[in-house]
């Protein structure tokens, strides 16, 4: 199966780059210098996975990925000139799996696109696939739909976010590392510590209840845990 990614930069030299590594693993490659372009392409194509510069005219990436959070959970990465914290975790809020600063190294983008398609689609095959469902107290994952449900309440997770509540919810009360957490949810290898654990697990935190050590708990010099 050849999937479909689709490349929003209203620079087009950074596209055909892009596209060259990308073509170069067998993907299929979208374009659009816009963000009304890419929106529309979005709606008619339905791309399996979407790469947004978030300084484009007519409409930014961060609004492309807000409507396509309105009916799609398919991977994001947030591809920007913008290296600020803040405008990561704006990113990561709205919705994106990944953020990546320009100046850029291509083989990364190949790299990062390759594990967000792995992780994502392979709950769609059957080798090592996780039960229908998972549940916890309240909880309830939905391991086909990648959503989580608490009670009667539908709370919408990135790819990152599936990955760790699936980690923890398959093993409860179990102390995960930063290293097992980010090698589980991200698919690649822990050498290098950065944000991105801390900031996934404040916004699941945030999702989830308004007690942040309602459900995962925080064992210093330890890890995480669930319950």
Not at 129 to 142: C, E, H, K, M, V
């Amino acid at each position: 199966m050849s999937y479909k990614i689709l490349i929003a930069d209203d620079e087009a030299e950074i596209r055909s780059l892009i596209r060259l590594y990308l073509e170069n693993e067998s993907y299929e490659v979208l374009e659009a210098g816009s963000g009304l372009e890419a929106l529309a392409l979005f709606n008619k194509e339905h791309p399996d996975m979407c790469i947004l510069d978030i300084m484009m005219p007519e409409m930014d990436g961060y609004g492309v990925l807000k409507k396509i959070r309105e009916t799609s959970n398919i991977p994001v990465l947030i591809l920007s000139a913008k290296d600020e914290y803040s405008e990561k975790i704006l990113g990561l809020n709205l919705g994106a799996d990944d953020y990546i600063s320009k100046p850029f190294n291509p083989l990364e983008i190949a790299a990062r696109v390759a594990s967000q398609m792995r992780r994502y689609y392979k709950l769609g095959s059957g080798e090592n696939r996780q039960p229908a469902t998972i549940t916890f107290g309240d909880l309830t994952l939905d391991c086909d739909g990648c959503t989580l449900i608490r009670g009667d309440e539908k709370i919408e997770l990135t790819t990152v976010e599936f990955k760790i509540m699936e980690l923890f919810m398959g093993h409860p009360g179990k102390v995960f590392t930063k290293q097992q957490i980010y090698e589980h949810a991200w698919g690649e290898d822990y050498i290098i510590a950065d944000n991105n654990i801390m900031v996934s697990i404040s916004k699941l935190r945030t999702k989830l209840s308004d007690d942040p050590s309602k459900y995962i708990k925080t064992l210093r010099g330890l890890g995480y845990k669930l319950g």
